[in-house]
């Protein structure tokens, strides 16, 4: 009832859907249970330097096979365990199993590489996070420079002191950090010179249909302008057509990741990609 106070009629039928109910009691019950392990993967998708063509590094993506609900997006249950609390023993999952991951590819010979994790602002903000990240590092003897960690502007806005205190321990750590989505939440350009950060990852908003749009077009050339002139390395994310692709090469966008080039991929599947040395074409400029 005081739901209904305050939330449109769609919004709670929505919370209250028989669906989510499901979600959320068998998101609870994998979490509780430690079953990580059997119904949690962490996918890879290729990121890719725009000229040599070759994969320079990977995002990590959550996928839940739930034996329940079958195959359930990020999308359906990040917003869920943000929630109900249960993103902060998620993430830090992830990123365990992610460190484990470099260490494994590093042992086997696979060129080294750095991965990418994407956190919520729940973890990011946990008392002891800095210290997990140092722990999962330790535990598995890896160079922090094979870390980045994907934040976006909105989290980093809610509380940007704080968020800013918490990116320089990172990087003292020896950890880089990247902007999401940039361009979606609310850009505070004024904020982003002052930001420490390595990388800026523009939305795949402004990539769909680059070439033909004129409006995006212009956007897109302005901020790898302004992420350059800021010392930040520009990924574009969504990278679909080699239209797209052409326009990236030509306004010196250094890396792209999509489908184009692949799908987020099973670990045992990206590291084949590694192994056989699948690279970008070359394209006709
Ligand atoms: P994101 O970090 O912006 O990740 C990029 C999303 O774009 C991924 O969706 C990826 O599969 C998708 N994508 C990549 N290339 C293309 C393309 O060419 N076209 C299109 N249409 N889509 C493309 P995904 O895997 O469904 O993840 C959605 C979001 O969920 C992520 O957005 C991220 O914000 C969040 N997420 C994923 N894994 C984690 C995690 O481990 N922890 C947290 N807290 N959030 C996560
Ligand atoms: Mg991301
Ligand atoms: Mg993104
Ligand atoms: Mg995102």
């Known amino acids: 009832a005081t739901l209904k106070k305050y939330l449109s009629n769609q919004t709670v039928s929505k919370i209250l859907s028989p669906k989510n109910q499901l979600l959320e009691i068998s998101l609870h019950k994998v979490i509780k249970n430690q079953k990580f392990l059997e119904e949690f993967e962490v996918y890879y998708q290729p990121i890719v330097n725009i000229n040599s063509g070759q994969i320079i590094a990977a995002e990590s993506l959550l996928r839940w096979q739930s034996p329940e609900l079958g195959l359930v997006t990020p999308t359906e249950f990040i917003p869920l365990a943000e929630s109900t609390g249960l993103i902060v023993p998620l993430d830090r999952w992830v990123v365990r199993s992610v460190c484990q991951q470099i260490k494994t590819w590093h042992d086997a010979g696979v060129p080294y590489l750095k991965v990418t994790v994407n956190l919520s602002v729940m973890e990011f903000n946990q008392p002891d996070f800095l210290q997990k990240i140092v722990e999962f590092l330790e535990i598995n003897n890896l160079e922090p420079h094979y870390l980045e960690i994907e934040l976006t502007e909105s989290m980093i806005m809610q509380d940007v002191n704080s968020a800013i205190a918490t990116m320089n321990d990172l990087q003292s750590l020896g950890v880089s950090i990247a902007i999401d989505d940039f361009g ?24 769909h249909n680059v070439a033909n749009d004129s409006q995006k077009s212009a956007i897109t050339k302005a901020l ?9 390395q520009v990924i574009a994310e969504g990278v679909e057509t080699e239209a797209e692709l052409s326009f990236l090469r030509q306004n010196n966008c250094d890396a ?4 184009l080039f692949s799908r987020p991929l099973p670990a045992a599947e990206f590291e084949n990609f590694l192994w056989n040395n699948k690279r970008l074409p070359r394209l006709p400029v």
């Not at 505070?188 to 523009?202: A, E, H, M, W």
């Open 224 to 232: 790898i302008e302004m992420a350059h002139n800021l010392d930040m």
């Open 256 to 259: 792209m990741q999509g489908f």
């Open 184 to 207: 979606t939440g609310y850009s505070s350009l004024i904020y982003l010179k002052n930001l420490p950060v390595n990388t800026l990852k523009i939305d795949r908003y402004f990539i």
